[in-house]
């Protein structure tokens, strides 16, 4: 199902896509300079609604105008909370890709109220910039996380992510291999597709070991 967001002055597009014997709803936000409909976005909905989760992907202002710019930050979040108010779902798993899952982790921090925060391939520190660390919020997320990120993705170095002072609600899953965009080297021995077979398996065992928030409203 397509639809329409209003968020401030603007309106993006969305769509639903349910999952056979539906277990939750990931709202997805993409990243910096992908789209509710790029490459990486589908292959990962594909996946997760094998699993049985229902998945949301929209647009964010800048994407919808055609921009190369991403929005400040205050206006992707509010575009995350515009849009997880359309959506129903009695188990709710906010997060997405890069930059979007940033964006929603940074919600989490502040007390929105959902089930869970999915990150894939988060993005620590920019390329080349270790010491320009995007973490201080991370440890103030109670939700359960599970944080995805290729041990190739150069914006996210291994000993630097371990590093950061996260709960127990946060795990951690190490994909062997990918890069910041989950794509694997031939040389590796493995193959795109054996990469998102993890995420999706990862997902449905942290799905499997975590609860639904007993009280849950649509933000603070």
């Excluded at 401030?8 to 300079?33: K, L, Q, R």
């Excluded at 108010?85 to 979007?100: N, P, Q, T």
């Excluded at 440890?139 to 290729?150: K, W």
Aim: charged content about 20%.
């Amino acid at each position: 199902m397509t639809f329409r967001v209003r968020v401030g002055d603007a309106e993006v597009s969305a769509i639903h896509e349910p999952a056979p014997n539906s277990i939750a709803t990931f709202v997805c936000a993409h990243g910096a300079g992908g789209n509710m409909n790029d490459r990486a976005i589908l292959a990962v909905s594909k996946e997760l609604r094998g699993r049985g989760i229902d998945m949301v992907r929209f647009n964010f202002p800048y994407t919808e105008r055609g921009s190369g710019r991403p929005d400040p930050m205050p206006v992707l979040q509010s575009c995350i909370k515009a849009v997880v108010a359309e959506v129903s779902s009695r188990r709710l798993i906010i997060g997405g890709r890069s930059m979007g899952g940033r964006a929603a982790s940074m919600l989490a921090a502040e007390g929105f109220a959902a089930d869970g925060l999915l990150l894939l391939a988060y993005p620590l520190h920019p390329a080349g910039k270790p010491e320009q660390l995007r973490d201080a919020h991370l440890p103030r997320i109670t939700m359960p996380v599970l944080c995805l990120n290729g041990t190739r993705d150069p914006l996210c170095r291994r000993d630097l992510m371990e590093a950061v002072a996260v709960g127990s609600n946060f795990e951690m899953h190490w994909l062997e291999a990918a890069d910041h965009s989950f794509h694997v080297q031939k040389s590796s021995g493995r193959t795109d597709a054996d990469v998102l077979a993890e995420v999706g398996e990862a997902t449905a065992v942290w799905m499997a070991r975590t609860e639904p928030s007993a009280a849950r409203s649509t933000g603070p």
